[in-house]
Every structure is written in structure tokens, then in C-alpha cells.
């Protein structure tokens, strides 16, 4: 399969050759207001240095130059990608709590302690660190319906193995089924905002983004629901293994049935890009793009390293909660196994909520910093109401709270993914996102294995008290993000060139993409 220079959206940089054209007036009287700026006409990929500080007015002034726009179209199946991408993070998503939300029964079956049961969850997360790194190579240099393919693969063999694993003597065999499915779990978390990014327009992308986010929530919602309904409680062996075993078929039979779909249907990119940027980029050499320069500029810019530690505080504390879930509520409310199930429900529905609200509210005002910020402010909130409230001996107490917990830290997901693709544009969409990812595992075996630790010792509250710790420190961390929206301010400076239409220079008749490219101030080519 051929490279797909779509994927390089973003990934242009100041490296490109051909010669330089003069600068503009604009750049030689910057204004505030903007990261510095780039100009790329794509198919003669000369570089137009703009200036280290420009705003919009300063453009319109000056006539900044104007490339015309190229080509773009958005495609109805678009959406078709997208929710066929959902099911599939969705599938692999309820593998992932299928075990700890009845992990009493789990372990009097497979004779286990809790600790073995957690990391059925905890594998999920250790092997998303190893791999990442590869994926996004792969997601790079292949395109996102090798990556997609390859996960769904992987998710439909992990659930395939897990049929053969239904009895007391073959916990090993369930344990490898598991890493099967954390391994597709690699190759799908970080696909939704380089999906909404390929596929939709620059007023529906954070939408798009947290529907595929939501995708994933609605898989570890129907987790939180079913098992408990399909597996009782039961105390006779061979009766509670058929019921696995019917878990287990479900599972592996919608796993195939969307693989095959995968396989059909799901298409790398649209015949025509959604928007100027996607469009510049199909005329972007690969060559012109280094893997591994990438990763070392994420590395080096400091709002994104923030954002990485505050996002991976955050979700680790969800993933940690909804690991430990059902030996919450099972201590305070014993044989709850049914409701510990809809409560974990319940945060997740809140969860796609406000993963929804949170995007639809993202495209309308921009505001990413101020957003982010309410949001893990409130998560905190929600953190300590539910750990205040958990021993009250009132369960539609627990409902509620959990309902408001999961509201605002599962929403904050998608926050985080666009928050983050705005910190470091131009780079690719995958690759940020890929990283917040693995700071959320990371965070999140450490805190599963600290308040499961904490709870055996000193009880649920400690162990709570123990994440509304780390959450404050994110809450604090995330205000000292310096919000610097590049994406943003490329698109606006992209509109105000091309209604100049306008161009400096002679231009030779020919047909140009547009792009915005975030690089250093760079010194004005001499004159010839």
C-alpha cells in the first residue's frame, strides 16, 4: 500500500525546500496575538515566512498574501466512518470491565484474589505503553484503515480466545484473550481526533471528536450493565460457566461482525478533503516529514508536556474508579452486584453527555483553556461529593453523585484530545493524542494499584481522599497551561489571506493549496 500524505496534515514544517518568497509588510511590523506563522503554497512547497508575531488585523492591513483555496467537499459517509469506528471502540471498550464489575464472581470462580481480577483491567493499560510508540508509526506511515483493520483483528481473536477460557481451571487461557484485546485497544484510543480531523469540517470537528470518544464510553457503560445481568450470581460451578460462556459468544460474535464490516467498508480518506489544511496536505512529499523530529518538538513544547501530566491525572482516576467500582459499592452495600453495574452505568451515560455537550460547546466558542480548566475543576467537586456520600447507606445518594462525577471526568476526554491538538498544531492529530493516552495508563495502573492497596488497608474513603489528592493537583496544573491555540489562530489568519484575494509576487497561473504552518521566527531571505 502506497504512503497516504494525508496523514502528513499538520505534519509540514519549515524544512520544506524550493526557494523563499520576500516577506510580507505584515511581518515586517509584527502585531500581537499569534504563534509565529508560515505560509505553504503546496505544489511548489516554497516556504513564505510571515513574521514571529501576527495577528489577523496586521494581515488584512498589509495584504498579507493570498493563496487561493483549493477543492473541498464534506462526504455524508463521513459519518458512517465515524460510527462504524465507534462500535468497534465501543466492542473493545466493554472487554475491557467485563471482569471487575463482578469480580466477586470471577474470583470464587477461577478461585482468585482481587489483585488478579484488577489486572484483567490493568493489562489494558501496560500494554498500550510498550506499543504506542510503534501505532503511531504505523498510523503514519500506513493510514488509519490499516491501523483500524489491525485493531478490530486483534479485538475479534482476544474475544475468540476468551470462549475457550469458560471453566475454573482456565483462568491463563482468559488472561490471554484479554492481552489480545489491549493490544486492539493500542491501535483504536487514539484514533478520534485524527479521525474528525481526516473526515469532517473545521466547525464540526470537536463534535466529531467526541462522538468517537463517546464510542468508547458507550462500550464501557454497556460493561458496566450486562455482565452482572448475564452472569448471576449463582452458586453452583458448572451452571455460573455456561452463563460466562454465553458473555463470552455475545462478545466474540459482535467482535467478527464488526471486523467484517471493517474490512468493507471502512475507507482511509474522502476522494476530497474537508478542509484547506487536509488539502495541503495531500500535496506534502512523506519525505518532507520525520517521525521522530515530530515526537522531540511534542517533547520539548512545555503547554503540551502540562497538559500531558494533568490529562493522564485525570483519566487515571476514572480508569481507577471504574476498575474498583464494584468492590466499592459492594463494602458499603453487600449483594449489590446488579447496581453496582447500573451505577457504573450511570457515570458513563452522564459521561457521553458531557463528552457530547463539551464538543458541541468547543465548535461554537473555541474556548479550550477556559473549558478544560471548569471542567477538571468540577471533576474535582464530583470527586469529593462521591466520596462524602459513598458510606451514607442511601444508594440513589450514590447515584446521583456518580452521576455528576462521571458527567465532568468523562467529559473532560474530549477536552483533552482537541485542547491538545490545538497546543501542538502542526503536528499529527494521532500522535498527540497518542501520548495523552499513555500518560492516562501510566497514571492509571499506578493509582488502580494504590487504591485498591489503600482501600484493603484503610477503606474506600481513604482510598477516594487518595484520588481527590491527585485531581486537585491537576485542577492546579491545567491553570498554569499557557493557552496558545495555534490551530485556531492558522485558520483565522488562512480566511482573512484568501478574502484579500490578493497576491503578492507572480504566481504563474498556478493553482495553490493553503496552509498555515507554525515554525520559528525565521531571518528575511536576502535579495537577489
Known sequence: ??????????????ELGGEEWPWSKAAKNPAPGLASLQWTPGPLGRAIPVGSRLDVG????????LVPKAETKLYHRRWLMLFLFSAVSASNAFMWLQYSIISNIFMRFYNIDSL???????IYLVTYIPLILPVLWLLDNRGIRDVVLVGSAF???????????AGPNLFPVTCFGQFMCSVATVFILGIPS??????????????ACSIGVLGNQLGIAIGFLVPPILVPNVDDLDQLAHHISIMFYITAGVATLLFILVIFVFQERPKLPPTQAQATARSIPPEQYSYTASILRLLRNKPFILLIITYGLNVGCFYAVGTLLNRMIIEHYPGEEVNAGRIG??????GMVGSLICGIWLDKTKTYKQTTLAVYFMSLVGMIVYAATLNLQ?????????????????GYLPLGFEFAVELTYPESEGTSSGLLNCSAQVFGIIFTICQGKIMDRFGTLAGNIFLCVFLLIGTIITGLIKSDLRRQNANKLAKAAVSENKVEGQMSGQDYGATALITQPQTPPSQA
Open 394 to 410: 442511601h444508594l440513589w445518594v450514590v447515584f446521583i453523585t456518580a452521576g455528576a462525577l462521571g458527567f465532568f471526568m468523562t
Open 345 to 350: 452505568l450511570t457515570i458513563v451515560i452522564a
Open 194 to 207: 485524527y479521525l474528525a480531523s481526516l473526515w469532517f469540517g473545521e466547525e464540526e470537528v470537536s463534535t
Open 116 to 122: 488478579a481480577i484488577d489486572w484483567l483491567s490493568l
Open 58 to 65: 496586521a494581515l488584512q492591513a498589509d495584504q498579507a498574501e
Open 155 to 165: 479485538n475479534c481473536i482476544g474475544a475468540w480466545i476468551k470462549t475457550g477460557s
Open 1 to 14: 500500500m502506497p504512503q497516504n500524505n494525508t496523514l502528513k496534515d499538520n505534519h509540514a514544517n519549515s
